[in-house]
């Protein structure tokens, strides 16, 4: 046998156990889906949850946000003067 067979059998065989452990994972993802379901299915009435959150804390949320946009780029903008 030479060289190169051996190597082919070599990949062939690592592509089986690639193709085998993914058939695993894929199967084992399956079983967990089905579970969830299963467990979700009879307490499905509590959905969607409703939260009320006073426009107070929205508007700080997006204020943050908004700033921390400017921050990035106000960083941005520095690298860039530092390149030159």
């Known amino acids: 046998m030479s060289e190169r067979e051996r190597e082919l059998i ?3 065989i690592k592509v089986q156990d690639i193709v ?3 058939h695993r994972f ?8 089905t ?3 299963e467990s979700m299915k009879s307490i499905s ?3 969607p ?7 107070a804390i929205l508007n ?3 204020l943050n946000n908004d700033d921390d946009d400017n921050d990035e780029e106000r ?3 520095q690298e860039l003067l530092d390149l030159k």
């Open 10 to 12: 070599f990949i062939i």
């Open 20 to 22: 085998f452990q993914l």
């Open 26 to 33: 894929i199967s084992t993802m399956s079983k967990y889906h």
């Open 35 to 37: 579970d969830c379901y």
């Open 45 to 47: 009435n509590i959905f």
């Open 49 to 55: 949850i409703e939260v009320d959150l006073p426009i």
């Open 60 to 62: 700080d949320l997006k």
């Open 75 to 77: 960083n941005d903008d």
